[in-house]
């Protein structure tokens, strides 16, 4: 569909955090047209320092070290000058006491690309709890972000009021945070349960499944995370967002999930999911799979797709003159009473840059 943007230009986003200069008596290029000439555009924004003062200007060469904004005959006195457009140091200088996931990710929304970035509230030391290998032992998704790709402006919004580090920070910042129903509708369509917080879950439920404690003492039933071949070698099967129907629900819904194997075993033992959609975000559902019945693991979904006579013959006929066959993400899929496995697969020669997508393989039960 037509996104309608009133203003597709990206000032602010995820590249060095460099200065610019706008609003000069040389347009800005925007992109490249049809016919071979290249669009321009000025910055309407309303962020940015004016540069009409002199001093202002000197200050500024003095700053950033560049003598070309003394010199430079472009700047006129209408000029900006943007500062911090990284949008992760552009959050830090204004909540440096919040943790930025490393994902932001840009969306549509009021005819407008807004970031999106989730930040959490963590600590190392609170008391009779088990610290993660990233060195907190309190993590809270307590905080989303939303920062203006073209203005700049960012807006904090507390998704959690209950959280009572959020609760004290916005005592001391009372004017810092917006309350999550503050968000507009068209941007809360976009939120989504953090990848880095999922995995830190899943980390910790690989033992804290258990509840007897006999059980856990003696690491009866721990689990694993699974692999799959990527590429070419075995790495860690991230987790994934799916769109799907969950086991005794009727309506499709916007996922994150990842399975589990036994510990030193391949099958599948259970699964994890965490619901995006409104209003049920944030809900985290387990589904153990009865003991006593075998479904395959990612690994062992590989292997099959490795030892299939059809797809061996294209790998081999794929892996000639001097191209690379690369297996991509494996996809475990909930469907009714069992899973639907799907792995894609690409070219990519040995002059190019980008693989080029060739099949996707599909197992389910023992097709």
């Not at 910042?173 to 503050?182: D, E, H, I, V, Y």
């Amino acid at each position: 569909p037509d996104l309608n943007l009133t203003r597709p230009q990206i000032y602010f986003g995820e590249g060095p955090d460099s200065y610019a200069i706008v609003r000069t008596r040389e347009n800005e290029f925007d992109y490249p047209g049809a016919t071979g000439e290249n669009v321009t555009t000025t910055y309407e924004g309303r962020d940015g320092i004016s540069l009409r003062r002199w001093p202002v200007r000197l200050l500024m060469a003095m700053e950033l070290k560049d003598r070309n904004l003394i010199l430079s005959g472009y700047i006129q006195d209408r000029s900006k000058i943007l500062l911090h457009r990284n949008i992760q140091e552009r959050i830090k200088k204004l909540a440096p006491f919040v943790t930025l996931d490393n994902d932001p990710y840009l969306v549509a929304a009021e005819n407008r690309l807004f970031w999106l970035i989730d930040a959490y509230t963590t600590s190392r030391y609170l008391p009779y709890a088990r610290r993660h290998q990233n060195g907190y032992n309190y993590l809270r998704n307590s905080v989303k972000i939303v920062v203006d790709a073209y203005h700049g402006s960012v807006d904090f919004y507390a998704v959690d009021p209950t959280d009572p580090v959020l609760q004290t920070w916005q005592k001391v910042f009372p004017k810092l945070f917006k309350p999550f129903s503050a968000m507009s509708a068209s941007l809360q369509e976009h939120i989504r349960y953090p990848e880095a917080l999922f995995a830190v879950q899943q980390d910790m439920l690989l033992s804290y499944h258990l509840t007897d404690p006999k059980a856990f003492y003696e690491q009866e039933d721990f689990w694993n995370l699974p692999t799959q071949i990527y590429a070419r070698s075995e790495e860690a099967l991230e987790p994934y967002y799916v769109t799907l129907v969950l086991p005794g629900k009727q309506q499709e819904e916007f996922l994150l999930m990842r399975p589990f194997t036994p510990k030193g075993k391949q099958n599948m033992i259970a699964w994890l999911a965490a619901r995006c959609d409104p209003p049920h975000y944030g809900e985290l559902l387990l589904y153990q799979l009865p003991k006593g019945t075998n479904t395959y693991g990612p690994m062992q979904i590989e292997t099959r797709i490795g030892q299939h006579p059809e797809i061996t013959e294209l790998i081999t006929l794929w892996s000639q003159n001097q191209s690379q066959l690369i297996r991509g993400n494996l996809l475990v899929i909930p469907l009714e009473n069992t899973f639907l496995y799907a792995e894609p697969f690409y070219i990519q020669s040995a002059q190019g840059q980008m693989p080029e997508f060739k099949k996707i393989v599909l197992v389910w039960e023992d097709r």
